[in-house]
Every structure is written in C-alpha cells, then in structure tokens.
C-alpha cells in the first residue's frame, strides 16, 4: 500500500453537514432504545410497594440492566473529546463500536454488515471517539446511498493491512444511488468529515464504484508502528 497524504480537507458547509446529520440520526436511535429500556425498567415502582420478584422476573430485569449499561456506553462513544489525545487503538475493537453506533441509525436499521479481517490486524494512532466517529460515518455513508428497494443485501466492512498501513473498506453489497447533497463530480461529503474528524492525523479516504454500481468507500491510515517510525526520524 502507499503511504496516505495525511491532508485534511477544508471542512466545507456540505461535510460537516454530513457528520452532524450522522449523529443526529445516531443520538435519535440512542434516545429511541433508552426510552425502551426505561419503559423495560418500569417493574422497578413496583418494588417501593414491597412486591416481590421470582426468578424469572429478577432475571428480567437483570437483563434490563444490562442493556441499560451497555446503551449508556454507547452514549459515551457518541461524545466528542476534541482535547483528547491519541494513543494506540486495536482495529478489530473499534469497527466493533462503531458498527454498535451505526445498529441505531433510525433511518437504515434493517442494514446489516458483516465483517472480515485479520484479528492480528497491528493498532493505529488516534484519538479513539475520532476514530470510532469517522468509521460509523463512513457505515453509515455506504448504508444510506443504497436503494431503498435492495437494502436486504446489506453492506460488507474488511480491513488488511501491510506494516506501513491498515485499509478498512466498506462496500455496498447492491448498487448504491447519489444522495441529493452528493457532489456530481464525485464527492461523499461524508469523506471530506472523516478528513476533518480525525484532523492531524495521517488518514486518506477515497471512494469508487464497481463494474455493477456497488459503492466502495475506503479509508487508510498509518500503523502504530509505522507512526512512531516517521515520529523520530
């Protein structure tokens, strides 16, 4: 793979549009499951009356609980730490938090998305809310363009890597369409906001499509090992 440009492009109305309409739609999904996880933990009033729980309902809310804790992380995800700094981040742990975001999104919840890669797939350098950002929009960039009538066949999320570099590319399994705000020369605003998410780290994005209209979205960035190399030299 060749080294990516590391630039970041001008954050124009049109990207960070596109990010703030990506996590809009995400916080609305997130308010939707805490509303049912509220409506879930309901039996709890019933407990300051002194009725008691048997087996299966303990379970039930224990269950409850559960779901409730795990939704309260990915409201945690969703935050932006613009004064974090960037550390080592496994692939594998990050594709798996952002796919938990993206599992939210109101407006293409019946997409699914498999996944392939390397579990020995080395980490990266960046701040992790930035990292797990960009890969949820760059799902979700995939999942909204395709036609709402093909939307079964769903997308697929892969990542290789070399020493240098990781490459993590998201294909629509159909043909995509351009969305209303798309550039006709080719531009997914979406793109040019993973380049302003992860500002100040080497990152490149590209997209293309297929011989049968599939749209392919990748992004590139350096690896752990690759970024210190280039650091102290």
């Known amino acids: 793979?060749?080294?990516?440009?590391?630039t970041t492009p001008v954050p124009t109305v049109q990207a960070v549009e596109a990010w703030l309409r990506t996590a809009d739609a995400l916080l609305c999904g997130l308010n939707h499951a805490l509303s049912n996880r509220v409506s879930g933990l309901a039996i709890i009033s019933l407990l300051r009356e002194g009725w008691q729980m048997n087996a299966a309902e303990v379970e039930e809310l224990t269950a409850e609980m559960a779901k409730l804790d795990d939704l309260l992380r990915l409201y945690r995800l969703l935050e932006r730490h613009d004064a974090a700094?960037?550390?080592p981040i496994l692939v594998p742990d990050a594709v798996s938090d952002a796919l938990a975001l993206f599992a939210h999104h109101p407006l293409v919840r019946e997409v699914t998305c498999t996944v392939s890669?390397?579990?020995d797939t080395p980490?990266?350098?960046l701040v992790p809310s930035a990292f797990v950002h960009a890969l949820a929009l760059l799902i979700s960039a995939a999942a909204v363009r395709i036609d709402g009538g093909t939307r079964a066949g769903g997308l697929h999320l892969s990542y290789a890597h070399d020493a240098a570099l990781v490459s993590i590319v998201v294909e629509t399994r159909t043909p995509a369409w351009a969305l209303p705000e798309d550039d006709p020369n080719g531009g997914v605003p979406e793109l040019a906001a993973i380049g302003w998410l992860t500002r100040g780290a080497a990152v490149s994005?590209?997209?293309?499509?297929?011989s049968d209209g599939a749209l392919r979205l990748e992004m590139r960035l350096r690896t752990l090992a690759r970024a210190r190399t280039l650091k102290h030299t």
Not at 205 to 210: D, H, I, L, Q, Y
């Open 117 to 119: 890669g390397d579990a």
């Open 205 to 210: 994005v590209a997209e293309s499509r297929t």
């Open 85 to 87: 700094q960037a550390e």
């Open 123 to 125: 980490p990266v350098l």
């Open 1 to 6: 793979m060749d080294e990516p440009l590391g």
